[in-house]
């Protein structure tokens, strides 16, 4: 990511997630937005904030003022790209961090956090095949995060 005009000593990604918080916090309120959709940062320490109700509040009415500086400094437009863009990474890596997946017959990949879920989901699938619903083709698998997806067994039981 190009230069973002990070007002803070966290990393880029640390700032944007604090960001797309703030802007949760002011659509949705404080407590309904941690609830919701608390931060995931990077640091861990910031994480260990992130994950104390109490110090995230204090934390968010110490840093929330940077944001909306940092948003006159770039602007409006720069803002939303930015956002857009972190919005975008976040669930790349969420993606990247499964290692279960379904090839569908239209070359889709649905990604899976757990073996159990994506044989589940599969099942399901097949269950509305004909009704508008992808068609899972094969059950996938990786090795490490971001890896390569290897044919795991077709998704369809052998008859």
């Known amino acids: 990511m190009t230069d973002i005009a990070n007002p803070t000593d966290w990393s880029d990604y640390d700032f944007l997630e604090f960001e797309g918080f703030v802007s949760k916090v002011e659509n949705e ?10 931060p995931k940062f990077e640091s861990p320490e910031l994480q260990a904030i992130a994950n104390d109700f109490g110090k ?4 968010y ?6 944001i909306d500086a940092w948003y006159q ?6 803002a939303c790209d930015l956002h857009n ?7 790349q890596r969420r993606e990247d961090a499964c290692l279960f997946g379904i090839r569908c017959t239209d ?3 649905i990604t899976c956090g757990s073996e159990q879920y994506r044989d589940q989901l599969s099942a399901d699938l097949l269950a509305r095949e004909g009704n508008g619903w992808r068609v899972p083709e ?3 698998r990786r090795d490490t995060p971001g890896g390569q997806w290897t044919d795991e ?3 369809r039981p052998a008859a």
């Open 138 to 140: 094969a059950l996938l």
């Open 29 to 38: 309120g404080f407590t309904y937005a941690a609830e919701e959709y608390s």
């Open 73 to 78: 400094q770039v602007g409006p437009e720069r």
């Open 61 to 66: 009415l110490e840093h929330e003022p940077k």
């Open 107 to 109: 070359g889709q990949v």
């Open 85 to 91: 863009a972190h919005v975008d990474e976040e669930r």
């Open 56 to 59: 995230l509040r204090a934390f």
């Open 153 to 155: 067994r077709p998704a």
